[in-house]
């Protein structure tokens, strides 16, 4: 996204003078969620200068500073401590674009989740792949989430949404960096990840080009 994050974090970007992070929490806001936990590296002080506490959403904000990127799942295990869930939590990427998001429908999700017997580790948010992205992360057959491509399921790909087990980090060091992936192929080995095709608007915002045709696009 250089030159544009030069001086300002990703998901300080605006599509129609909102930011990334502004159009979540204002989904977010009109769910039943209340605490929401920030973590944030590059240029991170500006995320905390521009939301401040969360009182213009309604919510209550903290945030988990990374002196140096610890990576997705390395973040969450970090941030884990301030947000203090029961069980399962949900996660949304910064830099994706999300608009009507169903943020209720993921908490139903969460609460059937909670009364599974079989206790899942995660539940994605599957998209049909984007032209940058034709191959693909997932197989998802049925609500199964696999690596496996031997089940002859449609390859997706992984929005940067989802709900999680706080027991996913369980053997996570808090400050070290850690990619979620690994984690997720062996959570998938075990078969404890579900998973869902969502086909609403969902955008990576990856270039400056992406940026400038979601502005056009939601002019």
Avoid at 126 to 136: C, L, T
Wanted: charged residues 20%; contains cysteine.
């Amino acid at each position: 996204m250089r030159p544009l994050t030069d001086n300002l974090p990703k998901p300080l970007l605006t599509i129609q003078n909102k930011s990334l992070l502004a159009w979540h929490l204002e989904g977010i806001a009109k769910s039943d969620i209340q605490k929401v936990v920030i973590n944030h590296a590059w240029l991170g002080e500006k995320i905390e200068k521009s939301l401040g506490d969360g009182h213009q959403f309604g919510l209550d904000i903290q945030y988990s500073p990374e002196g140096t990127a610890l990576e997705t799942a390395g973040g969450i295990r970090k941030a884990l401590p301030l947000l203090c869930p029961e069980d399962y939590f949900l996660v949304i990427n910064g830099d994706v674009f999300t608009p009507n998001l169903p943020i209720k429908i993921l908490l139903e999700v969460a609460a059937k989740m909670r009364s599974d017997l079989s206790k899942p580790l995660a539940h994605l948010l599957m998209v049909p792949n984007p032209v940058q992205h034709p191959d693909g992360d997932f197989y998802l057959q049925n609500t199964i989430v696999s690596d496996d491509s031997s089940m002859g399921a449609e390859k997706l790909t992984f929005s940067g949404i989802g709900i999680y087990h706080k027991d996913l980090f369980r053997g996570l060091e808090i400050g070290v960096p850690a990619k979620l992936a690994p984690l997720l192929r062996e959570a998938m080995a075990q078969n404890k990840v579900s998973g869902e095709k969502y086909t609403g608007p969902w955008h990576d915002v990856g270039t400056p080009q992406r940026l400038e045709e979601l502005n056009a696009a939601y002019e």
